[in-house]
């Protein structure tokens, strides 16, 4: 099997392999920037709340319009910054905070199912749960362009108010005169869910918005580094997880969280053991 | 027109002259939850002050720091602050999160944010305010480490160099002296001591009462209320009730 029929081919015959591509690109794109955010702010667990809170909102959109991109992200949309508000207003009483989000994920979960299982058949479910990466049509791949384009470009121009707000948000608050810079950020994960929800489903969504990013975590870089390499390795993953998927028949939005997976098990591995041995390299000097 | 409204025009007029550092508390009452953490504490930094805060364990100290900061929503009462535009607030260490990959050159230089905002970069003179401000510190050797590479002393006095470039008329540090060590202590306490002859109004949550006693000259002794507010001398003995 030649280089150009396992790398190459499988996106040059296939058109639903293209678009399948360019949407996972257009995601990593804005991911990276957002789940190195989240890393750095240790809030990976408020991510994945947020991927669930997408659900319930995208299943009213469902019953109302069917499986309509447009109404599927809006309903989505909506639900996911009530929650967002909502986990705002409880971050205060820090003790109850674990328990609140998790309430909020089974909750959000399990309504977005009866929902759409009220109205749709099985397909439907689980192309809520799970996404549909392979069967991206050109509506919704236009709507994961815009929506990554308004994220990357939101990150260029609060770059350092998001970032300072990441590690000392008193400093923040003392200088930014009031502008609302702590709903900003929740806003932009919610809206990169919104799009990775289209692909992954709302089980995976948060997938290729936080693997990346830890992965990246691991190497020590500063901030815009980590930014840079978390959207090269989901830029990688998604090649990676789509070529899997389609050479060994397995399901591809899975394939490509699989993929990131891996490359954040290895960037763990790599990084904690370099750190094991150079202390010696440097003993030895 | 009622007189009220006579009064508070003129305190903002008064904000733009003299009297810009001062800290005016009225009934200042905070709540978390159920819980009041300070209750009707009433009184004034004078402008150009220097004040100790002292208390005992949850006698709402920092959270008297964070009303005037506005960083808590007051219950009740008012802070009335003409400077709040130039005052700098610097937490307990604690609230910052040290694992976060920025260097100590970096951190320093975000004191100049109201000068370069959102948008721009730092520019040469600010540069150069902040190199002179880590000398100031002695922490020109350290400028390209990670913050969570130096110590507790150290990033304190990476705080402190960020305080001077904030160039702030009112400061409130919340236990600025907190697991620091000697050498920093004694850094750190001429920056303080150095704020004061500048004019800026400086209020400290401390815990070392000989050290209040060495070089505060204002000290007000918290229990939820106010227990007394003046000078150390007269005010520090109301701790031993």
Redesign the interface.
Known sequence: MSVHSLIVEPFESLAFMRAALVACLALALANGAIGTLLVLRRMSLDGDVLGHAVMPGAAVGFLYAGPSPEWLSLGGLASGLVVAALAGLITSERARRDAGLVAFYLVALSLGVVLVAWRGSNVDVMRVLFGTVLAIDQRALLQIATVSTVIVLAIAALYRPLAVGAFDPAFLRAVGKRAPYGAVFPTLVVLALVASFQAFGTLMAVGPVLLPAAAARCWGLGVAGSMALATGFGLAASVAGLLVSYHGNVPSGPAIVLAAGLLFGVSLVATSSWRRIAPNIGGDA | MPQSFDLRVRREREGCGLAAGRVLLRDVTVRY?RRVALEAVSGEFASGSLTAVVGANGAGKSTLLAAI???VPLAGGVVNCAAR?R???L?QLA???RD????VWELIT?GG??EFG??RSPGTALRARAATAAETVGLTGRLRRPIGEISVGELQRALFA?LIL?DAAVILLDEPFAAVDEQSISVLLDQVTRWHQEGRTAIAVLHDLDLVRARFPSTLVLARRCLAWGTTQAALPAMAV
């Open positions: 939850g900061a506005g960083a535009q005052l700098a607030y937490p609230a910052i999160d976060y990959p920025l260097t975000l944010w109201r959102v948008f960020r904030q």
